[in-house]
C-alpha cells in the first residue's frame, strides 16, 4: 500500500500547503515526518494547531506521533531518521521531545529541547507575548470538520500563525483534513473558490495579487482503493464512500414521499448560504404540515419583502440573519419545523447545504 508524501505540495514553493482526501492515507503521518527530519537536521520546531484544549489532553497528545514508532510495516522511524539515537516521542506540559531508553539509568531520556508544541485555538490569547523564533512548520491537523466550529475561527487561526510567525518569512503552514464537508469556511476565507470542483490526485495554485503570497491545495489521490479492510465499509450508505474512495462526506437527509401543488403551499422564504439560493415552502396537505426545502435557480423576485436569511449582514427588515434565534411569531413558527424534524430536502446535496448553514447559526449563539 502506498502512502501519501508531501513532496509535490512542497515542491510548489507555496507558504501554504493544504491537503485533504481520503481518512487514513497517511496525510498526519507525511506532516509530522516533515517536522521531525526538519528538526533531526538542523534543530527547527514544529507547532501542532488543533481547534480545542482537550485535543492535547492524555493519550489524545502521547500518542500522537505513535505512527512514526510504529508504521503501518512494523518500522520505528524515529530511530532510522535519528540513526539510532532516538527511539520514541514523550509529550510533556504542552511539548513534544524525541527521547530514548536508557539500559544502564533504567529510565526514558528525552531531548533537551522540544521538538513540537502545541496550540490549541482556544488557549491562543496566553500565547501571545510568548516567542518561538525555532519553529519553522505550523501544522493544522483536521481544520475541517462535520462538528461546530469556533467563532471567527479563521481569525483566531490567523492569530495564532501571527504570534508564532512575528516578522519571519521562513514558516511553512501545513493544512491537512479528511474529506467531510464541502462547507469549511477556510475555503471562503482563503478564496479557494475552486475546492468544490478539484479533481482527486491534482494540485490547484492560488496567488494573490502582487503580494507574492501562494497557496497549494492538493485533493489527495485515494492510494488504497480497494485495500482489504474496505470490507469493513461495503455498506450501501454514500457516507461511507469518504472512507474506501476520499469522496466528500454526505448524511442522508429525508426526502419528500408526497407530491403536492402551488395551492397546497401556505408560505415561502429563502436561504442564502455560499453560492446557493434555498427556496423553503411550510405546506399543508390533508393531515400533514412540514417544510420542504430545495434549490432555486432564478432570482428571488421579491428580494425586499419575502423573509429571507442570510449570514451576511443586509441592512433591509426582511433579512434575518440567524433563523434559530427568531425574533417574532412568524420566525418561530419557521423555526418549530427544523425542531420538529418536518423538515424535507431535494437532495442529500440541499441538506448538507442547509446543515452547514444551521451549524454556523449555533456558532452565532455561542458568541
Known amino acids: 500500500m502506498k502512502y501519501y508524501s508531501l513532496t509535490n505540495l512542497i515542491n510548489t514553493g507555496a507558504k501554504y500547503l493544504i491537503n485533504y482526501g481520503e481518512r487514513s492515507s497517511g496525510k498526519t503521518y507525511a506532516a509530522l515526518k516533515y517536522g521531525v527530519e526538519k528538526h533531526l537536521k538542523t534543530g527547527e520546531q514544529m507547532a501542532i494547531i488543533r481547534r480545542y484544549r482537550e485535543d492535547f489532553r492524555g493519550k489524545r497528545a502521547a500518542v500522537y506521533f505513535d505512527s512514526l514508532t510504529y508504521n503501518g510495516k512494523g518500522e520505528n522511524v524515529i530511530r ?14 504542552s511539548k513534544w521531545y524525541l527521547a530514548y531508553f536508557d539500559a544502564d539509568l533504567d529510565k526514558v531520556v528525552t531531548e533537551e529541547e522540544p521538538m ?40 483566531l487561526f490567523m492569530n495564532a500563525c501571527s504570534t508564532i510567525i512575528r516578522s519571519r518569512t521562513n514558516v511553512t503552514i501545513i493544512m491537512s483534513a479528511n474529506t467531510v464537508s464541502l462547507y469549511c469556511p477556510y475555503f471562503k476565507e482563503m478564496g479557494l473558490k475552486h475546492v468544490r470542483q478539484q479533481k482527486p490526485g491534482t494540485i ?26 474496505d470490507l469493513y465499509f461495503a455498506f450501501d450508505s454514500p457516507s461511507l464512500k469518504m472512507i474506501t474512495s476520499g469522496e466528500w462526506e454526505l448524511d442522508i437527509y429525508p426526502h419528500l414521499r408526497t407530491t403536492y401543488d402551488k395551492k397546497d403551499i401556505l408560505f415561502q422564504y429563502f436561504i442564502v448560504f455560499e453560492e446557493h439560493t434555498l427556496q423553503c415552502e411550510i405546506i399543508q396537505k390533508d393531515n400533514m404540515f412540514f ?12 428580494d425586499d419583502q419575502d423573509i429571507i436569511y442570510c449570514i451576511e449582514p443586509n441592512e433591509k427588515r426582511n433579512y434575518y440573519k440567524n433563523l434559530l434565534q ?24 440541499i441538506g448538507e447545504v442547509v446543515n452547514n448553514y444551521i451549524n454556523q447559526c449555533r456558532n452565532m449563539i455561542k458568541v
Open 204 to 229: 490547484d495554485i492560488y496567488t494573490y495579487g502582487d503580494s507574492g503570497l501562494k497557496v497549494a491545495v492538493e485533493y489527495t489521490d485515494a492510494p488504497s482503493k480497494g485495500k482489504p479492510s
Open 291 to 302: 417544510t420542504y426545502i430545495h434549490s432555486k435557480s432564478t432570482p428571488i423576485k421579491h
Open 80 to 93: 532510522k531518521m535519528s540513526k539510532g539515537k532516538y527511539d520514541r516521542v514523550v509529550y510533556q506540559s
Open 116 to 155: 513540537a508544541y502545541a496550540f490549541p485555538l482556544t488557549e491562543m490569547e496566553h500565547d501571545k507575548s510568548t516567542s518561538y523564533p525555532k519553529i519553522t512548520t505550523i501544522f493544522f491537523d483536521e481544520f475541517m470538520t462535520r462538528g461546530s466550529y469556533l467563532p471567527d475561527e479563521f481569525l
Open 326 to 349: 427568531p425574533s417574532d411569531e412568524l420566525s418561530k413558527r419557521i423555526v418549530s419545523f427544523f425542531r420538529a424534524n418536518k423538515v424535507f430536502y431535494q437532495s442529500n446535496d
